[in-house]
């Protein structure tokens, strides 16, 4: 049973004597507090200045509530001890509910789209057409904000490869949740989310956009970066399940053949090959082509390098996610390619060159 | 986590003729889940003029939406909230909402179902999972 209907069974409120005046009332107040939800996204005072001017008593606290920066516990607390639930009287009971509803959404940063559907899902189904006009009235008028910021990982290729069945890429993220989509996404290229966007509809793109946006201003690199490995974890997660539909090149697990393959061939090459061309290799490339290998060609390529040259690797697979097959391998025959050039100037032994360009030419 | 109280027992309990009816409205939460599954969500669009159940209705568009986690399950907790309910439309509404959350995470229809069987009470989960299978099995087949 899930937690919030046992609260709501225990909670319970009659609203059958509210009149239709009264609940027409309380739905300008949610469309209020609606576009004080969005007017916070881009002036951190709007809260404050919206208490400020605000006359009805249980909205006023609960925006200096809010205000203060109370979190989603404390302003229960704070809000249900500053004015008493008033049982007696069912159309006050119902505006404190509904204020104290929104004020949860606003204090966990929901986007106006869901304060308020949470505010006018107390006034019954009757009121959700009428919402949803007020949502896309307010979605065309809004100012989209198309910007990136992107944070170094593989996510956004992994949304390309999802993306290619859009079946898949929906499932994983109706799996995470619109809310971590939007924290990872918040790290991604714009054009990760012009993948994802029309999977929503109207009013839900406008959602996952905006929150994206919000997140980008609030949270940290390593927070965004989370939120991608979180992404990434239901990503592998649903394929392990079978949920998606990859081909076997976009799948995350590597090609067992190529990986016996490359460790071979590094395992053959001689360290001071693989020093001269690692140290100038990119930290990522090499990364993402030590996901296609066993941990013996690891430990062989880090003792070839110096200690700073392992810190710059170690740096890079740490920052480094699972990736598709496709991407493995391509780094991985990239990598091959440069040791073949640097042994045949060599005038390295013909297996091992055999080797390299067998992993070099590897059929994807 | 299952969180019983006496209270939400009692309101819950209803004929066993009535929770009969369960089946139907479970086969239908996972026919959504699956045409989602298959065809996007934006694919239920199409299925909203069948649903005569308002709350199912209103759900359906909040998970086309996007609506998810605790906002989605608050939401539907509060149409729960506005209407004294118990007995049969009680447990009706619980079971639509807890399949309504199950379609937003795109759960596979099997776990969907899972989650859904309790609601008959332990003696009746058995069969009632086995005749869906069997429905499955028989679609399948087809």
Known sequence: MIKAIVEASRDRLDTRKVSRQKKD??????????IIAEQSRSSSMAIARAAASERRKALKVGLELVAAGAEVEALDRGFSASIERPSSDPGAELEWMLVRSGMRGLAAYEHFSVI???MTAFLGPDYFDKAEDWLMYRTKRRKSRP???????ELPDVIRILAMDKRNLERALRASGRDMAAAALAGCPQES?????????????????DDAAQLRSRLSGDEIAQAQSAFLEVVRSLEERGELRLGPEDELSADPAFVAALTKTVLGVDAALIKSVFRGAEGALVATAMQGMEPEAHDHILGSLSKREIKRILDAIDYSDPLPRRA???AGKLLASRLFEAAAAAKAPRPIL???????DWAT | MIQWNADLARRLHCREEEKK????????????????????????ESELPSIDDPLLAVGVRLVMEGVSGEALEEILATYLLIEERSGWPFLKTCVTIEGLLALAESDDPALMARKLLPYFGADKALAALEEIEKAQDDRNAE
């Open chain 2, 21 to 44: 009816r369960l089946g139907p409205i479970i086969k239908r939460l996972m026919d959504l889940d699956r045409k989602a599954r298959a065809e996007g969500f934006l694919s239920l």
């Open chain 1, 354 to 360: 055999e080797h390299l360009a067998a992993i070099r």
């Open chain 1, 193 to 209: 989310m012009d993948l994802a966007r029309p999977l929503y509809g109207k009013i839900g793109a406008a959602a996952l956009e």
């Open chain 1, 147 to 153: 910007e990136s910021l992107v944070v170094p990982g």
């Open chain 1, 116 to 118: 308020m559907r949470r």
């Open chain 1, 25 to 34: 009332a309380l739905f300008e107040l949610a469309a209020r507090v609606g």
């Open chain 1, 328 to 330: 493995v391998q391509g």
